[in-house]
């Protein structure tokens, strides 16, 4: 399964594709972030993340997207921004009939660490471990993009099967 995860945000929107299955070896064929400036009009920020998103996607033809689940945060005004920079995630897919997944940092947290409430360290030490990586990812952003894809692959993978095979029952 080829994954793209994105870690939502406007000023730092991490992305990584890996690619992987449970209980296989996992490979990192991108990790980075798509950067815009505090400074430019909200629209053409959103068009500079969807433009980067739409050139990742034409490159790595992922399966599936994955982004971390927007939650209601204290910054209002932060909290938008992020929910409009996982709509560019949302909407690149689905002009490609690709299909999004959506996971909360505790989901994501949780099956890359053992545990929900790991600190971004643990989480980055994971991902370094996980994918034999030399280094790193950095900053924290293209670390979380990365342990949002390797949830989507051991549990999105796991929930697809249980999905097909209740279908199949219904049948």
């Known amino acids: 399964m080829r994954v793209l995860g994105i870690d939502p945000g406007l000023t730092r929107c991490g992305v990584a594709v890996i690619s992987g299955a449970p209980g ?9 972030v798509i950067t815009t400036l505090p400074d430019l009009p909200l629209p053409e920020r959103l068009l500079l993340v969807e433009r980067a998103l739409e050139a990742l996607m034409a ?9 971390e689940r927007v939650f209601s945060q204290h910054n209002v005004r932060s909290a938008m921004g992020t929910a409009q920079a996982a709509a560019m995630g949302f909407l690149v897919a689905a002009r490609r009939g690709i299909p999004v997944a959506t996971h909360t940092p505790t989901e994501v947290k949780a099956a890359v660490t053992g545990n929900g409430r790991a600190d ?10 996980l994918l034999r990586l030399p280094a790193p990812p950095k900053p924290a952003d293209a670390a979380d993009a990365v342990a949002i894809a390797v949830c989507h692959v051991w549990r999105g993978a796991a929930q697809a099967k249980i999905s097909a095979a209740l279908e199949a029952a219904a049948r």
């Open 120 to 129: 971004k360290a643990q989480v980055t030490a994971m991902v370094t471990r």
């Open 59 to 67: 490159e790595f033809e992922p399966e599936v997207v994955a982004v």
């Open 24 to 32: 296989r070896p996992l490979d990192a064929l991108h990790i980075g």
